[in-house]
């Protein structure tokens, strides 16, 4: 099966930004990391918030590697948040970066985010990838955290996305839906299920978005020109989610991180 094409990235007319967003769990490119430039590759994304990013001996350079591979450049993040993890495309301006630790339940990983504010076409944007905790309670929490820190940024567009951990009928992935698009939900495009990657079963990554940006497609590129069946298998245990989404101009939206 061939999906019908996601919009391309460009710069509207009216000065609208058509970005390619990609949320990956690499479990820590302990797969085949050529499978895994591939299909990133192949998506063509404009951002890539990673998930489980290398974090221990020599994890710069494994995530310098990547980056060199998918023709994209590290924004922040990796071993500093704990494993979240952000690329970008030159067409991104880099404002700010922070990563940020959550904190730590004993007997528990830690977990952190990676957050920036970059300008594409002039437009500022939020970005922030999370892996939230297997631990409900804590999950939980975190969530209420992720909310707050995009509350914080200042931008009145964002976008976060990660491994949730959670099934969308689950009390975070819920919680993270009623304040954001749930952008496969929205306008779902490709394959739902997100994990494990030889038999997905669940959705539990994500892409989310706040209310004045569009959804134009979003979902597992399952069947997307370059994208092969053998890659996703092998690149790591998660399958990608890819959005293509439509941020206003500059100064046409409106300021918070809520949908409507």
């Known amino acids: 099966m061939v999906l019908t094409p996601l919009p391309d990235s460009r710069t509207e007319p009216d000065g ?4 390619r967003v990609l949320s990956y769990n690499v479990r820590s490119m302990r797969d085949d990391c050529e499978a895994l430039a591939r299909v990133i590759s192949a998506c063509a994304p404009d951002l890539v918030l990673v998930q489980e990013a290398p974090r221990f001996f020599r994890w710069r350079k494994r995530a310098a590697w990547l980056a060199a591979h998918t023709d994209l450049v590290v924004l922040s993040g990796g071993a500093t948040a ?16 922070e990563d940020v630790l959550l904190p730590l339940t004993p007997g528990l990983h830690r977990r952190g985010f990676a957050t920036s504010v970059v300008r594409i076409a002039g437009t500022r944007i939020g970005l922030l990838s999370f892996h939230l905790s297997l631990q409900r309670d804590e999950r939980l929490a975190q969530t209420e955290l992720l909310l707050e820190r995009l509350d914080a940024m200042g931008v009145e567009h964002a976008v976060a996305a990660g491994d949730l951990n ?15 698009q749930d952008c496969w939900a929205v306008r779902p495009w490709g394959a739902e299920n ?21 959804v134009l497609g979003c979902g597992v590129p399952a069947g997307l020109p370059g994208v092969t069946d053998a890659d996703l298998r092998t690149a790591t245990d998660h399958l990608p989610v890819l959005a293509a989404l439509r941020v206003p101009a500059a100064g046409s939206g409106r300021r918070g991180a809520s949908a409507p």
Request: glycine share 8%; proline share 5%; charged share 25%.
């Open 82 to 97: 704990a494993g979240p993890l952000l690329l970008c495309s030159l067409r991104a301006t880099v404002e700010r970066t």
């Open 166 to 180: 959670d099934v969308p009928t689950g009390a975070a992935f819920r919680r993270l839906a009623g304040r954001l």
């Open 16 to 19: 609208s930004a058509v970005i």
């Open 194 to 214: 997100t994990f494990s990657a030889d038999r997905p079963r669940r959705r539990i990554d994500a892409v989310f978005a706040t209310g004045g940006i569009e």
